[in-house]
């Protein structure tokens, strides 16, 4: 690899009784899932990245900078997290607002951008409804709809499909893919479904106990060796 989107290298954390340690070079423009048992790091790998955990040892270099004393905001990256992030006493246009400017200074074509954002992602009109009136679905599509208006070159996501039901589940999916080949953007999303691994993944890391365990293609994660750690996550999702 030439040059890394992202490189975590030789990043160390202690969180409480939890111990990481990554290394990693992630390649630009491509989808990689990030997956693993619950409690194995996958949170804490994409927070590293975000700028919302600083490493103990190592660096953590985005498009070759060195970012690791950026704050979250001063990093190339959009997010979109399990919890929705959405303040509960705005409505979802000034939500999404934020996410082009913190101080909410929005141009005409800011607020068009807003409207085309909540319109791809099936909540057109929604503008002026407060994130208590949405269903956890709807408030994930609103989170990945100030995603979108962001354009940032990398793309976080942490299990954004998880409250949606299968078929609105296969249209984000797909929806994350066409936005993808729009922008190629680098995009990491936190999954434990390995639907998604199917469907959206090019590469794919495996954490475990916080660490990489595996990190290869798609085919690769598909074929590999499966160790304990992989059969039991694995067999885990199979049940779901
Ligand atoms: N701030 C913290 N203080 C103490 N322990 C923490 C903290 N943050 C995370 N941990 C611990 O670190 C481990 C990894 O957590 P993390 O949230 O990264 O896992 P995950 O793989 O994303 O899990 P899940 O799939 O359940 O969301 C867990 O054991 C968790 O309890």
Redesign the pocket.
């Known amino acids: 690899m030439t040059h890394a989107s992202i490189c975590l290298d030789h990043v160390t954390l202690t969180?409480?009784?939890?111990d990481?340690a990554f290394d990693a070079q992630i390649a630009p423009q491509k989808i990689t899932a990030v997956t693993?048992?619950?409690?194995?790091?996958?949170?804490?790998?994409?927070?590293l990245i975000a700028g919302f955990?600083v490493p103990a040892r190592g660096r953590v270099l985005l498009n070759g900078k060195d970012a690791t004393q950026l704050s979250p905001g001063e990093r190339p990256v959009s997010l979109v997290f399990?919890d929705h992030n959405l303040f509960a006493h705005l409505d979802l246009a000034t939500n999404i607002g934020l996410g082009i400017d913190p101080a909410l200074r929005l141009r005409t074509e800011d607020k068009a951008a807003i409207t085309h954002a909540l319109q791809r992602v099936g909540l057109g009109g929604f503008e002026h409804r407060k994130p208590s009136s949405l269903s956890g679905g709807e408030k994930q599509r609103a989170a990945f709809a100030r995603a979108l208006v962001r354009d940032k070159p990398i793309l976080l996501l942490?299990?954004p499909f998880a409250a949606l039901d299968p078929g609105l589940r296969a249209s984000m999916a797909e929806l994350l893919l066409t936005l993808h080949r729009e922008t190629g953007n680098t995009v990491l999303i936190?999954t434990?479904d390995p639907r998604d691994v199917e469907r959206l993944a090019d590469d794919v890391i495996f954490?475990d106990h916080?660490t990489i365990h595996l990190h290869g293609t798609r085919a690769d994660f598909l074929h590999a060796e499966k160790t304990e750690a992989l059969q039991s996550f694995l067999g885990l999702a199979k049940n779901q």
């Open positions: 969180l409480g009784t939890a990481f693993g048992a619950s409690g194995s790091g996958k949170s804490t790998f994409l927070n955990e399990q942490d299990e936190v434990h954490i916080g």
